[in-house]
């Protein structure tokens, strides 16, 4: 099985590619990225020796058409993926997430390939922070940023090239992700290394914002779920179901990493910033047979602090031109 793998320079990408080549040997990997600020070859460097790098641009129509003949299936993760950026600068957001999106559709269908597109919980919106219910594979669309309307148009695209054309394809909506290789933009990520190199970590308005926390791990394992058992046309949201407030989990990080829990500074408020976000994630669970191996959320968090404090190498150059964006914000 050869497969692409779009965006695998970046987090969640390279996680997956990763755990493919640990996992699943049968698979010959070929990850096409674009090396924007957020990939990093580094990311790639304990299996490079068993996966071919393209570097490259999903919008290059005549580079994707070429890759995508070469693959059986394709998993397209490649995306601008962070909101404060999507808020600040829309235009590579509209890019990548849609007219990518588009130029991979369009290869798949010329050479009728199989394709698993990597989407968001913020397709939905946001749920009240008082309230219980989830986002379904139902719940209509109503994206609140540049970002997650992106996203939202991405999905779009990709179910009316299931109807209209009968692509194969299948789609997943994942929650919150932490782990290793996650960028120090990130809200997990950027207190802890915050806190490595001596920084207040920074929390957004009163912290009171829920998100669904999922291992990256468990996503990935969902998302070969979904490629061995998947129904066409099918989409599967995927969480954890470990809802945790911003303040608890900034709390959180502090306490296991030895600080005062208090010892942050409040900073001003994401405009527009989703209260809640949850994900009804019974049928991939029941469907698929899918479920978090990684059940405990603080044992999770404890390996991602470890892998930050012992892998300064791989996320310290990104950090001085992090901080340096935030402080343009003024969070
Ligand atoms: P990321 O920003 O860490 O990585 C994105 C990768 O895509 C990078 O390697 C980047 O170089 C590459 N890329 C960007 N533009 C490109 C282009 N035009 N051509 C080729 N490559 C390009 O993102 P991530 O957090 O790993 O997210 C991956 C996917 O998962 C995205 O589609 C995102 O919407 C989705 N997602 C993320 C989360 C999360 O919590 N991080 C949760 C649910 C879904
Ligand atoms: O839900 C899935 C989404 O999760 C993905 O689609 C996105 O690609 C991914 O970036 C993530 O979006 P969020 O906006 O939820 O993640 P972020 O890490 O930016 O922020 C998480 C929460 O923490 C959010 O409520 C904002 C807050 N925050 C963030 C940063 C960077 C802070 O309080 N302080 C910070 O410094």
Not at 92 to 118: K, S, W
Not at 130 to 135: E, I, K, Q, Y
Not at 303 to 313: G, L, M, Q, S, V
């Amino acid at each position: 099985m050869r497969m692409l793998v779009t965006g695998g320079a970046g987090f969640i990408g390279a996680n997956f590619v990763h755990h493919a080549v640990k996992n699943y040997p049968a698979y010959e990997v070929c990850v096409l990225d674009a090396l924007t600020y957020a990939g990093s070859r580094d990311s790639l460097a304990p299996v490079a020796e068993g996966v071919r790098f393209v570097h490259g641009d999903i919008c290059d129509a005549e580079l994707v058409d070429r890759l995508v003949a070469e693959a059986d299936v394709v998993v397209h993760f490649a995306a601008e993926s962070h909101v404060d950026n999507s808020l600040h600068d829309p235009e590579p957001f509209i890019r990548t997430n849609i007219i990518g999106t588009y130029t991979i559709l369009e290869a798949v269908r010329h050479h009728d390939r199989r394709l698993h597109h990597i989407s968001t919980d913020e397709v939905f919106g946001d749920l009240a922070l008082d309230a219980v219910d989830r986002f379904t594979e139902q719940t209509p669309y109503d994206p609140s940023s540049p970002y997650s309307a992106a996203k939202a148009s991405s999905d779009m695209l990709v179910r009316a090239w299931v109807r209209s054309f009968g692509v194969v394809a299948t789609l997943s909506n994942c929650a919150n992700n932490y782990g290793p290789y996650q960028h120090v933009e990130k809200f997990v990520p950027r207190q802890i290394t915050n806190v490595l190199v001596g920084e207040r970590p920074k929390l957004y308005g009163a912290g009171e914002n829920v998100r669904e926390w999922t291992h990256v791990d468990d996503h990935n394992e969902a998302v070969h779920l979904i490629l061995a058992k998947g129904r066409a046309g099918e989409t599967y949201l995927i969480g954890s179901g470990d809802e945790r407030n911003n303040k608890e989990i900034l709390e959180l990080v502090l306490e296991l990493m030895g600080q005062p829990t208090n010892a942050f500074d409040h900073v001003s408020d994401r405009p527009g910033h989703d209260l809640r976000y949850s994900n009804d994630s019974t049928k991939i669970r029941t469907e698929l047979g899918w479920e978090p191996r990684y059940g405990d959320f603080r044992a999770g968090l404890a390996a991602t602090i470890d892998w930050y404090r012992h892998n300064e190498w791989w996320w310290k150059p990104q950090k001085d031109a992090t901080e340096a964006k935030y402080k343009l914000l003024g969070r």
